[in-house]
C-alpha cells in the first residue's frame, strides 16, 4: 500500500489552475522528487499535502484512506512534516524555542534541547540549540528546520528547493542525511526543478509542466535533455555568445567597507571588483552573505554618507558613492532588483505608471505627467520584450512572475544603460522568460554595455558571464575568468575559502560549508 | 519625606489605569496587532463601569462591566482588522472616534452624577496597621485594590510572556504569522484571542478611571489616556515591568500639574495641563532615536495584516 | 486542531471603479439603517428621524447653505489628509493643525486690527499695516498665518518623525491636547477680551479681516468656493504630477520608492506640511469667516471628521468633496436632532464611527469573494 497517493487534485486561483488533475504516489522509504520548472504547480501541490491549502477537487489517500487535510497541523499529526523554501522560524527566538514550537505540547522545553543535540549528532546536523536563530547562517538555518521536522518523527518529509539556499559541499551533505532518513522507512518527496540533483538523489520523479503531469519516470534512467523535455516541452534554447573585446572599466569598488544596517544583515568587508564595458561579471554565493549590502551600494540605494569613502565606488573613473539611485541612473546606471512586486514595481499601478520608476519618458518639463507617452513606453516594452500582459495599463500584480521580470529588467535594458547591475536575474521565472532574459543581457554586453549580474544560480553564470567572483560573509573575492575556474572551484570559494582570504580563523568557522 | 511618599503614592494611583491599559495593549501588541482604538474602547468602558457602580454600587461589577464593555469594542475591531483584513491604523481610528461619539451619547445622562469614593480597602484592625507601615503603608496598603490588581497582572503578564508556552506562541506570531501558521498554530484565533483580552484590559483601566480615580463622569473623561497607554508599550519596548514603571511615571507627571497649583506656582493651569503631552512627546522621541532598540524588541510583524494562505 | 471559524477573503482581481465607489454607499446604507433602528429604540420616529439627519439639512437654501459652510473645513482637511494616507504618513492630528491656524490667525488678525488693543503693546499705532492702502492685504495674511500655523503644528510632527523616527501617529495626536490646552490659555489669558465680561474669548476681529460671505443672509463664505477650487488642484497634484507620483509610490511601497530614488524624508515633509497648511487654512477660515473670534470652541472636531471624510471619500479629490458635504449633514443633524427630537448632539458622532467602521467592513466584502471553511464540507 502507498504511503500518500493523490488523485485528481485540482485547486484554481482567480486567472490560473495551478494543479490539474494532479495524481501522485509515493510508496514508504521512497525518495520521490517533484520535478517542474518556476509555475509548474509543485509549491501549490505541496501546500495542499501539508495542509495549508486545500484543493478544488480530488482525493488524497494517507497509507490508503482518503485524509481531508484542513490545516497543517492536522497534516503533521498523520506525520507529514514540511520545510519549506522559505523557512517557518523566528528571528528572536533560540534554535530549541523554534523546534519546540513545532512539536505537539508536553515535552519540556530542556528535553527538546537535548533532542537537537542527540538528533544532530546521529543525522550529522550540528546546531547549537541555545544560539538565538539571528545569529545563524541560512545552511545552519536549514538544519533547524530539518531537526524540527525530524523530531516529530515524521512518515513523510517535504522537501521544497531545499539546495537553494546551500553551497555545493553542503548539498553532498544533506543527500547523505535524506538517504539515511529514508532507510529508516521515512518516505522523501523532494521539490525541485534542478536535473542533477534528482537524478543523483530520487528513487522516483513526478514531473508537472503547466498543472499537469507530465510523466513518472524513474531519473537514474533518463537523461536530462530527457527530463527537460518532460518539464518544459522542448530542449532549452542555446544561447548565442560573441566574443566581444572588454574595454575599459566602467565601475569599480575599491576595498569598501560598511557596518551593518540591520539588525540581522550582512555587511561589507573590504569589497573590490572592476567592471569592463563589453563584459559581464558575476558574483557567485550563498544568500546572504552581503548581495544585499553590496547591490544597494551599488545601485545608489545606499548612500555612502559624507565621512564615508565616497569614492570607494567610481562610475568611469568618477566617485559616485555619495549619489543617489536617480542621479547614477542620469549618468548611465541601471539597476535591476531582486525582489519585482514591492521594488521593482509597484504591485497596484499599471504598468504604464511602473515605467515611472526608472524612465523619464513620462515626466513633462514642468513635472505634470505625460500618460499617453509613458503608455506608448509600456506599450514598446510588452512588445520588444514580449511581455504577456493584458495592456500597458495593466497592474504590476496582474502579471506572472517571469512576465513581470521581462518587463522590469526590458525597461531598464530599454533605456541603453551604459552600465547595468542585475539581481538574481531569473529567479523564479519560467524557462522561456529566462531564455529571453538571458539572451537580452547578452545582447546589451554585445552592445558594449558593462554588466553585472549577481546570482545564487551557478549555472545561470557560468552561462552568462566572461569573469566570476565569490562573495561569502560580506567579503568579495578575486575575479577569475570563467575559462580558469569551475563550478567545483566555485562552490568551495562559496565558503570563503578562496587564496589569500586570509584570517584562519574565519576560515576554520565556516569549513562546514553553510556560510 | 513624607509628603514625598503621599506624592509618589498619589503617582502609583494615578498611573495605575495606564498600567492595565498598557499591558492590555503589549498583548495587543504582541500577536502583531496594533490596535489605536485604545481611547475609544476606555471610554466606552468607563461609562459602562460608571453606569454599573452607579446602579449597583459594586466597584467589583463596575470593573467587570467596564473589562466586558472594552472586550465587546476590541471584538468589533478584532472582527474588522483579522477577520476582514482591513487596514489596522483605519480601524483603530474609526474604534477611536466611535467610541468616543459613544460614550459622550450614552454618557450624557450620568454628567454630574456622584459616586460614593473608594471605600478604605483594608478594614479591621491588621489593615490599619498595614497601612500605618512607613512608606509601604502609604504606597500600597493604603491603596486601592485595583493597585494590587496592576501589580499582580504585570507579573502574571511578565511570566506568561516569557515562561510559558502560550507566551512563546504569542510571540511567535506577532513575530512572524506566516511561520506559526506554517507550524499550524491558528493565527487569527490567537491574535483575536489578544486583542479581546486587550481590549478588556483596556476596559478596567477605562472603568478604574470614572469610577476609582475620578470618581465621575465627563464627556472625554480618558483625556488622551488611550494614546499615552499606546506610546508607552513603545517606551517600555514591549516589557511587562517596564510598562509599570513608565504608568507610574507619568501618573506622576499628570499630578504634577495639581501639585504645583496647590504649591502656588504661578503657571496657568492649561501650560501645565500640556505636561503629560508634551513629555510623551519627548520621551517618545527620546527612545525612538535607537532604532536598534526598538527593532530589537518591537513585534515583528506589529501592524501587517496576515493573509492566511 | 481546528481548522477555524473564520471565513477567508480572496481578492476578485483588479479593484475598479464602480467597486470602490459601491463600498461608501453601502457603507452609508447601513449606517442609515442602523440609526433608523437606535432611532426605534429610543423611541422615536425612524423616518422623522433619517429626515432629521439627511432630508432637512438640504431642504432649503439656508440649512444647505449651512451644511457647505460645515463642508468646507472637512474637504480643506481631508484633502490634504488624503495627501498623507496616500504616502502612508498616519497624521491624525490635524484637529490640532486647525487649531494651530486657527491661533495664528486669530492672533494675526487682531494684530492687525491695532487700535482695538487686545495685544498691548504689540498693537502700537494705527495697525502696522495701516499704512497700506485699502488694506487690501489684511485676510491674506491672516489667512497665510492660518496655513503658517497648521504647517508648523505638523512639522513638529515631521521633524520627530524624521530625526528621531518617533511614530508620528501618537506624536500628532498628543499636539492635539496640547494645541486644545494652548487655545484654551491664550482666551482665558493673554487674548481675553477685556470688554467680555470675563468670558474666553478673544475681542471680534477688525471687520478688514473677515472674509466676506458668499451670500448675503447665509454665512456661507469664500472659503467654500476656495475648496471648490482646491478639488481639482489636488486631483492634479495627486494623480498627474511627478510629485503626487512619487508621494504615491512611497506610501504603496517604500522599497520601490528607494529603488527608483524618491526621497522618503522629501515625501514625509511634504505630505505632513501640506496637510497642516492646509489643516491651518481650514482654521484660519473658520475664525475669519463665520466666528470672527477666537472662542475655546473654535472646532467642533473637525479634525477628526475629516479623517471620515478622507477615507469616505476613498482619498479621492471628488470623493472628499461629496464625503464633506454628506458628513456635513452629518453634523447639522446632529444639530437639529438635538433641537427638535431633543436627542443628545453626541449621536453624530456614534454615525460618524459607526460610517467608517462600515466602510471598512464592506471594502473587504465588496473587494473579495468569501470562503467559508464549512462551505466545502457540506459541498459533496
Same mark, same amino acid.
Request: hydrophobic residues 50%.
Given at each position: 500500500?502507498?504511503?500518500?497517493?493523490?488523485?485528481?487534485?485540482?485547486?484554481?486561483?482567480?486567472?490560473?489552475?495551478?494543479?490539474?488533475?494532479?495524481?501522485?504516489t509515493?510508496?514508504?522509504?521512497?525518495?520521490?522528487?517533484?520535478?517542474?520548472?518556476?509555475?509548474?504547480?509543485?509549491s501549490?501541490?505541496?501546500?495542499?499535502?501539508?495542509?495549508?491549502?486545500?484543493?478544488?477537487?480530488?482525493?488524497?489517500?494517507?497509507?490508503?484512506?482518503?485524509?481531508q487535510?484542513?490545516?497543517?497541523?492536522?497534516?503533521?499529526?498523520?506525520?507529514?512534516?514540511?520545510?519549506?523554501?522559505?523557512?517557518?522560524? !523566528?528571528?528572536?527566538l533560540?534554535?530549541? /524555542?523554534?523546534?519546540?514550537?513545532?512539536?505537539?505540547?508536553?515535552?519540556?522545553?530542556?528535553?527538546?534541547?537535548?533532542?537537537?543535540?542527540?538528533?544532530?549528532? &546521529?543525522?550529522?546536523?550540528?546546531?547549537?540549540?541555545?544560539?538565538?536563530?539571528?545569529?545563524?547562517?541560512?545552511?545552519?538555518?536549514?538544519?533547524?528546520?530539518?531537526?524540527?521536522?525530524l523530531?516529530?518523527?515524521?512518515?513523510?518529509?517535504?522537501?521544497? /528547493?531545499?539546495?537553494?539556499?546551500?553551497?555545493?559541499?553542503?548539498?553532498?551533505?544533506?543527500?547523505?542525511?535524506?538517504?539515511?532518513?529514508?532507510? /529508516?522507512g521515512?518516505?522523501?518527496l523532494y521539490?525541485?526543478?534542478?536535473l542533477?540533483?534528482?537524478?543523483?538523489?530520487?528513487?522516483?520523479?513526478?514531473?508537472?509542466?503547466?498543472?499537469?503531469?507530465?510523466?513518472?519516470?524513474?531519473p537514474?534512467?533518463?537523461?536530462?535533455?530527457?527530463?527537460?523535455?518532460?518539464?518544459?516541452?522542448?530542449?532549452?534554447?542555446?544561447?548565442?555568445?560573441?566574443?566581444?573585446?572588454?574595454?575599459?572599466?566602467?565601475?569599480?569598488?575599491?576595498?569598501?567597507?560598511?557596518?551593518?544596517?540591520?539588525?540581522?544583515?550582512?555587511?561589507?568587508?573590504?569589497?573590490?571588483?572592476?567592471?569592463?564595458?563589453?563584459?559581464?561579471?558575476?558574483?557567485?554565493?550563498?544568500?546572504?552573505?552581503?548581495?544585499?549590502?553590496?547591490?544597494?551600494?551599488?545601485?545608489?540605494?545606499?548612500?555612502?554618507?559624507?565621512?564615508?569613502?565616497?569614492?570607494?565606488?567610481?562610475?568611469?573613473?568618477?566617485?559616485?558613492?555619495?549619489?543617489?539611485?536617480r542621479?547614477?541612473?542620469?549618468?548611465?546606471?541601471? !539597476?535591476?532588483?531582486?525582489?519585482?512586486?514591492?521594488?521593482?514595481?509597484?504591485?497596484?499601478?499599471?504598468?504604464?505608471?511602473?515605467?515611472?520608476?526608472?524612465?523619464?519618458?513620462?515626466i513633462?518639463?514642468?513635472g505634470?505627467?505625460?500618460?499617453?507617452?509613458?503608455?506608448?513606453?509600456?506599450?514598446?516594452?510588452?512588445?520588444?520584450?514580449?511581455?504577456?500582459?493584458?495592456?500597458?495599463?495593466?497592474?504590476?500584480?496582474?502579471?506572472?512572475?517571469?512576465?513581470?521580470?521581462?518587463?522590469?529588467?526590458?525597461?531598464?535594458?530599454?533605456a541603453?544603460?551604459?552600465?547595468?547591475?542585475v539581481?538574481?536575474?531569473?529567479?523564479?521565472?519560467?524557462?522561456g522568460?529566462?531564455?529571453?532574459?538571458?539572451?537580452?543581457?547578452?545582447?546589451?554586453?554585445?552592445?558594449?554595455?558593462?554588466?553585472?549580474?549577481?546570482?545564487?544560480?551557478?549555472?545561470?553564470?557560468?552561462?552568462?558571464?566572461?569573469?566570476?567572483?565569490?562573495?561569502?560573509?560580506?567579503?568579495?573575492?578575486?575575479?577569475?575568468?570563467?575559462?580558469?575556474?569551475?563550478?567545483?572551484?566555485?562552490?568551495?570559494?562559496? &565558503?570563503?575559502?578562496?587564496?589569500?582570504?586570509?584570517?584562519?580563523?574565519?576560515?576554520?568557522?565556516?569549513?562546514?560549508?553553510?556560510? | 519625606?513624607?509628603?514625598?511618599?503621599?506624592?509618589?503614592?498619589?503617582?502609583i494611583?494615578?498611573?495605575t489605569?495606564?498600567?492595565?491599559?498598557?499591558?492590555?495593549?503589549?498583548?495587543?501588541?504582541?500577536?502583531?496587532?496594533?490596535?489605536?482604538?485604545?481611547?475609544?474602547?476606555?471610554?466606552?468602558?468607563?461609562?459602562?463601569?460608571?453606569?454599573?457602580?452607579?446602579?449597583?454600587?459594586?466597584?467589583?461589577?463596575?470593573?467587570?462591566?467596564?473589562?466586558?464593555?472594552?472586550?465587546?469594542?476590541?471584538?468589533?475591531?478584532?472582527?474588522?482588522?483579522?477577520?476582514?483584513?482591513?487596514?489596522?491604523?483605519?480601524?483603530?481610528?474609526?474604534?477611536?472616534?466611535?467610541?468616543?461619539?459613544?460614550?459622550?451619547?450614552?454618557?450624557?445622562?450620568?454628567?454630574?452624577?456622584?459616586?460614593?469614593?473608594?471605600?478604605?480597602?483594608?478594614?479591621?484592625?491588621?489593615g490599619?496597621?498595614?497601612?500605618?507601615?512607613?512608606?509601604v503603608?502609604?504606597?500600597?496598603?493604603?491603596?486601592?485594590?485595583?493597585?494590587?490588581?496592576?501589580?499582580?497582572? %504585570?507579573l502574571?503578564?511578565?511570566?506568561?510572556?516569557?515562561?510559558?508556552?502560550?507566551?512563546l506562541?504569542?510571540?511567535?506570531?506577532?513575530?512572524?504569522?506566516?511561520?506559526?501558521?506554517?507550524?499550524?498554530?491558528?493565527?487569527? %484565533?490567537?491574535?483575536?484571542?489578544?486583542?479581546?483580552?486587550?481590549?478588556?484590559?483596556?476596559?478596567?483601566?477605562?472603568?478604574?478611571?470614572?469610577?476609582?480615580?475620578?470618581?465621575?463622569?465627563?464627556?472625554?473623561?480618558?483625556?488622551?489616556?488611550?494614546?499615552?497607554?499606546?506610546?508607552?508599550?513603545?517606551?517600555?519596548t514591549?516589557?511587562?515591568?517596564?510598562?509599570?514603571?513608565?504608568?507610574?511615571?507619568?501618573?506622576?507627571? %499628570?499630578?504634577?500639574q495639581?501639585?504645583?497649583?496647590?504649591?502656588?506656582?504661578?503657571?496657568?493651569?492649561?501650560?501645565?495641563?500640556?505636561l503629560?503631552?508634551?513629555? %510623551?512627546?519627548?520621551?517618545?522621541?527620546?527612545?525612538?532615536?535607537?532604532?536598534?532598540?526598538?527593532?530589537?524588541?518591537?513585534?515583528?510583524?506589529?501592524?501587517?495584516?496576515?493573509?492566511?494562505? | 486542531?481546528?481548522?477555524?471559524?473564520?471565513?477567508?477573503?480572496e481578492?476578485?482581481?483588479?479593484?475598479?471603479?464602480?467597486?470602490?465607489i459601491?463600498?461608501?454607499?453601502?457603507?452609508?446604507?447601513?449606517t442609515?439603517?442602523?440609526?433608523?433602528?437606535?432611532?426605534?429604540?429610543?423611541?422615536k420616529?425612524?423616518?422623522?428621524?433619517?429626515?432629521?439627519?439627511?432630508?432637512?439639512?438640504?431642504?432649503?437654501?439656508?440649512?444647505?447653505?449651512?451644511v457647505?459652510?460645515?463642508?468646507?473645513?472637512?474637504?480643506?482637511?481631508?484633502?490634504?489628509?488624503?495627501?498623507?494616507?496616500?504616502?502612508?504618513?498616519?497624521?491624525?492630528?490635524?484637529?490640532?493643525q486647525?487649531?494651530?491656524?486657527?491661533?495664528?490667525?486669530?492672533?494675526?488678525?487682531?494684530?492687525?486690527?491695532?487700535?482695538?488693543?487686545?495685544?498691548?503693546?504689540?498693537?502700537?499705532?494705527?495697525?502696522?499695516?495701516?499704512?497700506?492702502?485699502g488694506?487690501?492685504?489684511?485676510?491674506?495674511?491672516?489667512?497665510?498665518?492660518?496655513?503658517?500655523?497648521?504647517?508648523?503644528?505638523?512639522?513638529?510632527?515631521?521633524?520627530?518623525?524624521?530625526?528621531?523616527?518617533?511614530?508620528?501617529?501618537?506624536?500628532?495626536l498628543?499636539?492635539?491636547?496640547?494645541?486644545?490646552?494652548?487655545?484654551?490659555?491664550?482666551?482665558?489669558?493673554?487674548?481675553?477680551?477685556?470688554?467680555?465680561?470675563?468670558?474666553?474669548?478673544?475681542?471680534?476681529?477688525?471687520?478688514?479681516?473677515?472674509?466676506?460671505?458668499?451670500?448675503?443672509?447665509?454665512?456661507?463664505?469664500?472659503?467654500?468656493?476656495?475648496?471648490?477650487?482646491?478639488?481639482?488642484?489636488?486631483?492634479f497634484?495627486?494623480?498627474?504630477?511627478?510629485?503626487?507620483?512619487?508621494?504615491?509610490?512611497?506610501?504603496?511601497?517604500?522599497?520601490?520608492?528607494?529603488?527608483?530614488?524618491?526621497s522618503?524624508?522629501?515625501?514625509?515633509?511634504?505630505?505632513?506640511?501640506?496637510?497642516?497648511?492646509m489643516?491651518?487654512?481650514?482654521?484660519?477660515?473658520?475664525?475669519?469667516?463665520?466666528?470672527?473670534q477666537?472662542?475655546?470652541?473654535?472646532?467642533?472636531?473637525?479634525g477628526?471628521?475629516?479623517?471620515?471624510?478622507?477615507?469616505?471619500?476613498?482619498?479621492h479629490?471628488?470623493?472628499?468633496?461629496?464625503?464633506?458635504?454628506?458628513?456635513?449633514?452629518?453634523?447639522?443633524?446632529?444639530?437639529?436632532?438635538?433641537?427638535?427630537?431633543?436627542?443628545?448632539?453626541?449621536?453624530?458622532?456614534?454615525?460618524?464611527?459607526?460610517?467608517?467602521?462600515?466602510?471598512?467592513?464592506?471594502?473587504?466584502?465588496?473587494?473579495?469573494?468569501?470562503?467559508?471553511?464549512?462551505?466545502?464540507?457540506?459541498?459533496?
Amino acid at each position: 500500500m502507498p504511503r500518500l497517493q493523490l488523485e485528481g487534485i485540482t485547486r484554481h486561483y482567480p486567472g490560473v489552475k495551478a494543479n490539474d488533475g494532479i495524481d501522485l504516489t509515493v510508496a514508504a522509504g521512497e525518495i520521490h522528487a517533484v520535478l517542474g520548472e518556476n509555475g509548474a504547480g509543485k509549491s501549490t501541490l505541496m501546500k495542499i499535502i501539508h495542509g495549508s491549502v486545500r484543493p478544488d477537487a480530488g482525493t488524497v489517500r494517507w497509507n490508503g484512506e482518503a485524509v481531508q487535510l484542513a490545516s497543517p497541523a492536522m497534516a503533521q499529526a498523520l506525520g507529514i512534516s514540511m520545510v519549506y523554501q522559505h523557512f517557518s522560524l !523566528f528571528e528572536t527566538l533560540s534554535v530549541a /524555542e523554534n523546534v519546540w514550537l513545532g512539536l505537539p505540547r508536553g515535552e519540556s522545553l530542556a528535553s527538546v534541547a537535548r533532542r537537537i543535540e542527540a538528533m544532530g549528532a &546521529s543525522y550529522d546536523l550540528a546546531v547549537d540549540p541555545r544560539r538565538p536563530l539571528h545569529a545563524l547562517s541560512v545552511g545552519e538555518r536549514q538544519r533547524v528546520e530539518i531537526i524540527r521536522a525530524l523530531l516529530g518523527a515524521p512518515k513523510l518529509l517535504i522537501l521544497d /528547493e531545499p539546495t537553494s539556499v546551500l553551497a555545493p559541499q553542503a548539498i553532498e551533505g544533506l543527500f547523505a542525511t535524506l538517504r539515511r532518513l529514508a532507510s /529508516e522507512g521515512c518516505s522523501i518527496l523532494y521539490v525541485s526543478h534542478k536535473l542533477d540533483e534528482i537524478r543523483a538523489l530520487c528513487d522516483r520523479c513526478t514531473v508537472l509542466r503547466g498543472g499537469r503531469v507530465t510523466g513518472e519516470v524513474v531519473p537514474a534512467r533518463e537523461t536530462p535533455g530527457s527530463l527537460s523535455r518532460l518539464m518544459i516541452g522542448t530542449e532549452p534554447p542555446p544561447l548565442t555568445r560573441i566574443a566581444v573585446q572588454p574595454g575599459p572599466v566602467a565601475l569599480s569598488v575599491h576595498a569598501l567597507s560598511l557596518p551593518d544596517e540591520t539588525v540581522h544583515g550582512t555587511a561589507l568587508d573590504q569589497v573590490s571588483l572592476a567592471l569592463r564595458t563589453g563584459e559581464i561579471l558575476g558574483i557567485a554565493g550563498v544568500s546572504g552573505n552581503g548581495q544585499q549590502a553590496l547591490l544597494a551600494c551599488l545601485s545608489g540605494e545606499r548612500v555612502i554618507g559624507p565621512g564615508g569613502d565616497r569614492a570607494a565606488v567610481r562610475l568611469f573613473g568618477n566617485p559616485v558613492g555619495g549619489l543617489g539611485p536617480r542621479e547614477r541612473r542620469a549618468l548611465g546606471l541601471h !539597476f535591476v532588483p531582486e525582489e519585482r512586486l514591492g521594488r521593482g514595481a509597484v504591485p497596484a499601478l499599471g504598468l504604464d505608471r511602473n515605467t515611472l520608476l526608472t524612465r523619464t519618458e513620462g515626466i513633462g518639463r514642468v513635472g505634470q505627467l505625460k500618460p499617453r507617452a509613458m503608455h506608448a513606453l509600456a506599450a514598446r516594452l510588452i512588445e520588444r520584450f514580449d511581455v504577456r500582459a493584458g495592456g500597458p495599463g495593466s497592474a504590476a500584480s496582474s502579471l506572472s512572475g517571469g512576465n513581470l521580470q521581462k518587463f522590469i529588467v526590458g525597461r531598464e535594458i530599454d533605456a541603453e544603460p551604459k552600465v547595468l547591475v542585475v539581481a538574481q536575474p531569473t529567479w523564479g521565472v519560467d524557462v522561456g522568460a529566462a531564455a529571453v532574459i538571458r539572451a537580452e543581457l547578452l545582447a546589451l554586453r554585445a552592445r558594449g554595455a558593462a554588466v553585472l549580474v549577481v546570482s545564487e544560480d551557478l549555472d545561470e553564470l557560468f552561462l552568462l558571464c566572461d569573469r566570476l567572483q565569490v562573495i561569502a560573509r560580506g567579503r568579495l573575492s578575486p575575479a577569475r575568468p570563467i575559462s580558469e575556474t569551475s563550478p567545483a572551484q566555485v562552490g568551495e570559494w562559496m &565558503s570563503g575559502l578562496w587564496p589569500g582570504a586570509g584570517n584562519e580563523g574565519a576560515a576554520v568557522a565556516t569549513a562546514d560549508g553553510t556560510r | 519625606m513624607n509628603e514625598t511618599v503621599l506624592l509618589l503614592a498619589a503617582a502609583i494611583a494615578s498611573g495605575t489605569p495606564l498600567v492595565l491599559a498598557g499591558l492590555g495593549l503589549l498583548i495587543n501588541e504582541k500577536s502583531g496587532v496594533l490596535n489605536l482604538g485604545a481611547e475609544g474602547m476606555m471610554l466606552v468602558a468607563a461609562v459602562a463601569g460608571f453606569a454599573t457602580a452607579l446602579g449597583t454600587g459594586s466597584e467589583i461589577l463596575a470593573l467587570g462591566a467596564g473589562a466586558a464593555a472594552g472586550a465587546v469594542a476590541a471584538a468589533a475591531f478584532g472582527v474588522l482588522v483579522i477577520g476582514l483584513n482591513a487596514n489596522q491604523y483605519a480601524a483603530g481610528l474609526a474604534l477611536s472616534i466611535f467610541g468616543a461619539g459613544l460614550s459622550a451619547f450614552v454618557g450624557i445622562g450620568y454628567v454630574g452624577k456622584k459616586l460614593e469614593g473608594p471605600a478604605a480597602p483594608l478594614a479591621g484592625s491588621i489593615g490599619h496597621w498595614l497601612g500605618e507601615l512607613p512608606l509601604v503603608g502609604p504606597l500600597l496598603f493604603r491603596q486601592h485594590p485595583v493597585v494590587w490588581l496592576s501589580l499582580a497582572l %504585570t507579573l502574571l503578564v511578565a511570566w506568561l510572556l516569557y515562561r510559558t508556552r502560550a507566551g512563546l506562541v504569542l510571540r511567535a506570531v506577532g513575530e512572524s504569522p506566516e511561520s506559526a501558521h506554517a507550524l499550524g498554530y491558528p493565527v487569527r %484565533t490567537i491574535r483575536f484571542a489578544a486583542v479581546v483580552t486587550g481590549g478588556a484590559l483596556c476596559g478596567v483601566a477605562g472603568a478604574c478611571l470614572s469610577v476609582v480615580y475620578a470618581p465621575m463622569w465627563v464627556e472625554g473623561l480618558v483625556a488622551g489616556r488611550g494614546w499615552i497607554a499606546l506610546a508607552l508599550t513603545t517606551f517600555a519596548t514591549w516589557r511587562p515591568g517596564r510598562v509599570l514603571v513608565g504608568a507610574w511615571l507619568f501618573g506622576g507627571v %499628570t499630578l504634577l500639574q495639581f501639585h504645583l497649583q496647590a504649591q502656588g506656582v504661578a503657571i496657568a493651569s492649561q501650560l501645565l495641563a500640556m505636561l503629560p503631552y508634551l513629555a %510623551t512627546i519627548v520621551v517618545l522621541a527620546l527612545i525612538s532615536r535607537n532604532p536598534a532598540w526598538i527593532r530589537a524588541n518591537m513585534p515583528a510583524s506589529l501592524g501587517r495584516p496576515f493573509h492566511a494562505g | 486542531m481546528r481548522a477555524g471559524f473564520l471565513p477567508r477573503f480572496e481578492p476578485r482581481g483588479q479593484p475598479s471603479l464602480a467597486l470602490s465607489i459601491a463600498s461608501p454607499v453601502i457603507a452609508l446604507l447601513l449606517t442609515a439603517l442602523l440609526a433608523a433602528v437606535l432611532f426605534v429604540a429610543l423611541g422615536k420616529d425612524p423616518w422623522r428621524g433619517l429626515s432629521v439627519f439627511f432630508i432637512e439639512p438640504l431642504s432649503g437654501w439656508r440649512p444647505a447653505s449651512e451644511v457647505l459652510l460645515k463642508a468646507t473645513p472637512l474637504v480643506l482637511c481631508a484633502l490634504g489628509l488624503s495627501l498623507c494616507y496616500r504616502s502612508n504618513i498616519w497624521n491624525v492630528g490635524a484637529e490640532g493643525q486647525f487649531l494651530l491656524g486657527a491661533i495664528a490667525a486669530g492672533g494675526m488678525a487682531l494684530w492687525l486690527g491695532g487700535p482695538q488693543g487686545a495685544l498691548g503693546g504689540l498693537a502700537a499705532g494705527d495697525g502696522p499695516l495701516a499704512a497700506l492702502a485699502g488694506r487690501p492685504l489684511q485676510l491674506p495674511l491672516v489667512l497665510l498665518a492660518g496655513v503658517a500655523g497648521g504647517a508648523a503644528w505638523a512639522a513638529i510632527t515631521a521633524l520627530l518623525r524624521d530625526r528621531c523616527n518617533a511614530n508620528e501617529i501618537l506624536v500628532s495626536l498628543m499636539l492635539v491636547y496640547v494645541a486644545q490646552q494652548l487655545l484654551s490659555y491664550l482666551v482665558f489669558g493673554p487674548w481675553k477680551d477685556p470688554k467680555g465680561f470675563n468670558f474666553p474669548q478673544t475681542p471680534t476681529f477688525d471687520p478688514s479681516t473677515w472674509l466676506p460671505p458668499l451670500m448675503a443672509g447665509t454665512r456661507l463664505h469664500w472659503g467654500f468656493v476656495l475648496a471648490l477650487i482646491a478639488v481639482p488642484l489636488f486631483w492634479f497634484a495627486l494623480f498627474r504630477s511627478w510629485r503626487g507620483f512619487q508621494l504615491d509610490v512611497s506610501g504603496q511601497a517604500p522599497a520601490a520608492a528607494r529603488y527608483a530614488g524618491f526621497s522618503a524624508r522629501r515625501a514625509l515633509w511634504t505630505a505632513l506640511l501640506v496637510s497642516g497648511g492646509m489643516a491651518g487654512l481650514a482654521g484660519a477660515m473658520e475664525v475669519a469667516g463665520p466666528l470672527r473670534q477666537l472662542t475655546p470652541h473654535v472646532s467642533t472636531g473637525y479634525g477628526f471628521t475629516a479623517i471620515i471624510v478622507a477615507f469616505v471619500g476613498r482619498l479621492h479629490p471628488v470623493g472628499i468633496l461629496l464625503a464633506g458635504i454628506l458628513l456635513s449633514m452629518m453634523l447639522i443633524g446632529g444639530e437639529y436632532a438635538q433641537s427638535r427630537l431633543g436627542l443628545p448632539g453626541a449621536l453624530t458622532g456614534v454615525f460618524q464611527g459607526s460610517m467608517l467602521f462600515m466602510l471598512l467592513a464592506c471594502d473587504t466584502l465588496v473587494r473579495s469573494r468569501v470562503r467559508w471553511p464549512w462551505a466545502r464540507r457540506l459541498a459533496p
